[in-house]
């Protein structure tokens, strides 16, 4: 339900934060694709915003998509951003690597 606010909030004043709260809620909709275009815009607009690489990295690791996965994991935790060891297990384990 709050998709119309933020939509109308980034057409008033585009913004990184719109963007990657926008981008978590198509996430947790299932809106992979539109969640990870929110989330490369906000990084656009503030490329030191480490959760958004953690959120963005979130997606590409179901998709498979393992280095891109560990490209924003590596800038997250550049960033100071922590990142959930359980999520990083995982990451490990899919991937078949360590970085």
């Given amino acids: 339900q709050a998709l119309p606010d933020y939509n109308r909030a980034i057409e008033l ?53 393992y280095d891109r996965c560990w490209e924003d994991v590596k800038k997250a935790q550049s960033l100071g951003y922590p990142i959930d060891p359980k999520f990083l297990e995982r990451l490990k384990k899919e991937s078949g690597r360590d970085a």
Wanted: aromatic share 18%; no cysteine; proline share 6%.
């Fill in 13 to 65: 004043k585009p913004h990184y934060y719109g963007y990657a709260i926008r981008g978590y809620v198509y996430g947790v909709k299932g809106l992979v694709n539109m969640a990870l275009a929110d989330f490369t815009k906000a990084i656009e607009l503030n490329p030191d915003f480490g959760m958004v690489y953690y959120n963005r990295a979130n997606l590409y690791l179901p998709k498979k998509e």
